[in-house]
T-cell receptor, first 117, second 113 residues
Framework: GAVVSQHPSRVICKSGTSVKIECRSLDFQATTMFWYRQFPKQSLMLMATSNEGSKATYEQGVEKDKFLINHASLTLSTLTVTSAHPEDSSFYIC?????????????FGPGTRLTVT | AQSVTQLGSHVSVSEGALVLLRCNYSSSVPPYLFWYVQYPNQGLQLLLKYTSAATLVKGINDFEAEFKKSETSFHLTKPSAHMSDAAEYFCAVSVEGGTALIFGKGTTLSVSS
């Protein structure tokens, strides 16, 4: 099946710094990628939808200036958490759509654990 | 608007027992429905999906789910639980292919020997 990778898998950063998370579709072209965040013991909440070559669409309550999303190619989307604070500590998961099947199945990355100290 | 409700945040079964995880959905249009499993500190793995074809959907690892429109349900079952089934399970809905998923709050499945 299709594979989506994320890098890094785990990152610790100091408050006030920025951190970039990469999401790559390894064996297919992803016209759309989604970014979710998951707090401990909670469900996944959609942060934004990213389409290749266009600006990301953010969900209500998600600060677009804080969570910068770039989808520069059909295989790579990046999420940059700017001026990170401890409350940004979370598990960030991306997914990618393969538009080759009738149901447009989403393939999820393994997630990135962000800890802000 | 679409939503998913998973009844029971925690389900405990004995090894070899039937697994039943409940999911009810709300959607104004015919939904696509999914069940995912998540192991600690990992991403999501698709167990099965309903996309308006057969109402009884078979997935990986002997899991299956039945779409019941009259009950707006999509419960997940497995005839015989294994220790390796212990994980977090999420039900999700989308309204068409290529759109983001809306997830339920998840159900933690514990399996005892």
């Amino acid at each position: 099946g299709a594979v989506v990778s994320q890098h890094p898998s785990r990152v610790i950063c100091k408050s006030g710094t920025s951190v970039k998370i990469e999401c790559r579709s390894l064996d297919f072209q992803a016209t759309t990628m989604f970014w979710y965040r998951q707090f401990p013991k909670q469900s996944l909440m959609l942060m934004a939808t990213s389409n290749e070559g266009s600006k990301a669409t953010y969900e209500q309550g998600v600060e677009k200036d804080k969570f910068l999303i770039n989808h520069a190619s059909l295989t790579l989307s990046t999420l940059t958490v700017t001026s990170a604070h401890p409350e940004d500590s979370s598990f960030y998961i991306c997914s990618a759509i393969s538009g080759q099947g009738p149901s447009y199945e989403q393939y999820f990355g393994p997630g990135t654990r962000l800890t802000v100290t | 608007a679409q939503s998913v409700t998973q009844l029971g945040s925690h389900v405990s079964v004995s090894e070899g027992a039937l697994v039943l995880l409940r999911c009810n959905y709300s959607s104004s249009v015919p939904p696509y429905l999914f069940w995912y499993v998540q192991y600690p500190n990992q991403g999501l793995q698709l167990l099965l999906k309903y996309t308006s074809a057969a109402t009884l959907v078979k997935g990986i690892n002997d899991f299956e789910a039945e779409f019941k429109k009259s009950e707006t349900s999509f419960h997940l079952t497995k005839p015989s639980a294994h220790m390796s089934d212990a994980a977090e399970y999420f039900c999700a809905v989308s309204v068409e292919g290529g759109t983001a998923l809306i997830f339920g709050k998840g159900t933690t499945l514990s399996v005892s020997s």
